[in-house]
């Protein structure tokens, strides 16, 4: 069974101007006349409204009927063998948009759900996805790896690790209007039917469309972001908490880290755990020769019950042991990068300045304080998580180590 995992798309819109006053009294008047004239009988000359002539609503395409039906094959020989089969993709796609807003995964096969918004002028006989499987990159999750931005299946491409091998092919009543959501089903695999590779994946998806509208009469539709996918021991799982993410970053609650909060664990750590080694127990104040900051360093590694992409954010937070509160280490970002998790964990040597940071613009006063090492993670509903490992000691003192 494909179990959907939510979360909230990660893009980024304009802020609304506010109308000016002049456009605010407008709108007012016209919404006025409006009442007005729908307080009234029919005016001489003008037919009253036939409720049968209203547009028809259109209607989500039920995830139910895409779950039961049977999957056809599809033939990937022009991106197995580039250069020798034609692309079944829509050369435009400027004909509509799948907004992916929920994917779920399980064995070989992906299921994509979102708003579907259509050109004016296009139609849809069949919502039939066409879908292209890319490796993401290493430095961004959201983004294909080098080699894998251009075109596919021409001449001199490269041979994608994992591609459709199958798909769902839904009717859409005949006359009526495309769907207001759709689900698009696809079911992976290989070239040479091997087994899928572990790894990190986007799935890119498009389609036909009937009309002419916009783009001309060969327009299609396209998915707005790429979908992430990892394959685990042969098997694909969706990435918790992230749709898509062409940043390669998504949206977190870090308030609990910031300067003067009392530093507690936020959350059960979603199947995730933090431990830190090689901390710093003793650093001065005052800077060296260079001017770069003295810091207290530790390297934090995170470990999960299950490998695959997390959302995680790893860092070293410095406390006053008298209140629990925040002195150096704080952040104040909104977003965390997704990393690979594999059977050893992540590790990463972190960093809080004792000589200026967030918190103040000078030094810590001399003195014992706590550390720790924590991990932020986000769960599949887009809740935060917050680890803290086990505190360790840490004196600050202002003595010249030249001297």
């Given at each position: 069974?494909?179990?959907?995992?939510?979360?909230?798309?990660?893009?980024?819109?304009?802020?609304?101007?506010?109308?000016?006053?002049?456009?605010?009294?407008?709108v007012l008047?016209?919404?006025?006349?409006?009442?007005?004239?729908?307080?009234?009988?029919?005016?001489?000359?003008?037919?009253?409204?036939?409720?049968s002539?209203?547009?028809?609503?259109?209607?989500?395409?039920?995830?139910?009927?895409?779950?039961?039906?049977?999957?056809?094959?599809?033939?990937p020989?022009?991106?197995?063998?580039?250069g020798?089969?034609?692309?079944?993709?829509?050369?435009?796609?400027?004909?509509?948009?799948?907004?992916?807003?929920?994917?779920?995964?399980?064995g070989?096969?992906?299921?994509?759900?979102?708003?579907?918004?259509?050109?004016?002028?296009?139609?849809?006989a069949?919502?039939?996805?066409e879908?292209?499987?890319?490796?993401?990159?290493?430095?961004?999750?959201?983004?294909?790896?080098?080699?894998?931005e251009e075109?596919?299946?021409?001449?001199?491409?490269?041979?994608?690790?994992?591609?459709v091998?199958?798909?769902?092919?839904?009717?859409?009543?005949?006359?009526?209007?495309?769907?207001?959501?759709?689900s698009?089903?696809?079911?992976?695999?290989?070239?040479?039917?091997?087994?899928?590779?572990?790894g990190q994946?986007?799935?890119?998806?498009?389609?036909?469309?009937?009309?002419?509208?916009?783009?001309?009469?060969?327009?299609?539709?396209?998915?707005?972001?790429?979908?992430?996918?990892?394959?685990?021991?042969?098997?694909?799982?969706?990435?918790?908490?992230?749709?898509?993410?062409?940043?390669?970053?998504?949206?977190?609650?870090?308030?609990?880290?910031?300067?003067?909060?009392?530093?507690?664990a936020?959350g059960?750590?979603?199947?995730?755990?933090?431990?830190?080694?090689?901390?710093?127990?003793?650093?001065?104040?005052?800077?060296?020769?260079?001017?770069?900051?003295?810091s207290?360093?530790?390297?934090?590694?995170?470990?999960?019950?299950?490998?695959?992409?997390?959302?995680?954010?790893?860092?070293?937070?410095?406390?006053?042991?008298?209140?629990?509160t925040?002195v150096a280490?704080?952040r104040?970002?909104?977003?965390?990068?997704?990393?690979?998790?594999?059977?050893?964990?992540?590790?990463?040597?972190?960093?809080?300045?004792?000589?200026?940071?967030?918190?103040?613009?000078?030094?810590?006063?001399?003195?014992?304080?706590?550390?720790?090492?924590?991990?932020?993670?986000v769960?599949?509903?887009?809740?935060?998580?917050?680890?803290?490992?086990?505190p360790?000691?840490?004196?600050?003192?202002?003595?010249?180590?030249?001297?």
């Amino acid at each position: 069974m494909v179990e959907p995992v939510s979360a909230v798309r990660h893009s980024t819109r304009r802020a609304q101007r506010r109308p000016r006053a002049g456009r605010s009294a407008s709108v007012l008047a016209a919404g006025l006349l409006t009442l007005a004239l729908a307080s009234c009988d029919a005016l001489p000359g003008f037919p009253d409204a036939d409720p049968s002539q209203a547009p028809p609503t259109a209607q989500p395409l039920d995830p139910a009927t895409v779950a039961a039906a049977e999957t056809s094959s599809v033939d990937p020989t022009w991106l197995c063998r580039p250069g020798e089969g034609e692309s079944p993709l829509p050369p435009s796609t400027e004909g509509g948009s799948l907004r992916p807003e929920a994917v779920g995964a399980d064995g070989a096969e992906i299921t994509v759900s979102g708003p579907l918004v259509l050109e004016p002028g296009h139609s849809l006989a069949q919502f039939v996805p066409e879908g292209v499987l890319l490796p993401a990159d290493p430095e961004n999750r959201g983004a294909p790896a080098p080699g894998y931005e251009e075109e596919l299946g021409v001449e001199g491409a490269p041979v994608p690790p994992m591609v459709v091998r199958g798909r769902v092919a839904v009717p859409v009543a005949e006359g009526g209007p495309a769907p207001s959501a759709a689900s698009a089903r696809v079911s992976v695999g290989t070239c040479d039917d091997a087994p899928l590779p572990e790894g990190q994946f986007l799935l890119r998806l498009s389609g036909a469309l009937d009309g002419p509208g916009r783009g001309g009469a060969d327009a299609g539709w396209a998915a707005d972001e790429d979908v992430l996918v990892d394959v685990v021991d042969g098997r694909l799982r969706a990435v918790p908490g992230a749709v898509s993410a062409p940043t390669g970053e998504i949206p977190a609650d870090l308030s609990p880290l910031t300067c003067g909060s009392e530093l507690a664990a936020v959350g059960d750590g979603d199947g995730l755990e933090v431990e830190v080694a090689h901390g710093t127990d003793r650093v001065t104040t005052v800077p060296p020769e260079d001017g770069s900051p003295r810091s207290v360093g530790a390297e934090v590694r995170v470990t999960a019950q299950e490998q695959g992409t997390r959302a995680l954010f790893q860092t070293v937070v410095v406390v006053r042991p008298s209140t629990g509160t925040i002195v150096a280490g704080a952040r104040n970002s909104s977003g965390i990068a997704l990393q690979w998790i594999g059977e050893e964990g992540a590790s990463r040597t972190e960093r809080a300045s004792v000589t200026s940071s967030v918190c103040a613009a000078e030094a810590l006063a001399p003195g014992t304080y706590r550390a720790h090492g924590v991990a932020v993670t986000v769960d599949a509903e887009g809740a935060t998580h917050v680890l803290v490992s086990e505190p360790w000691d840490v004196e600050v003192h202002d003595e010249d180590p030249s001297a």
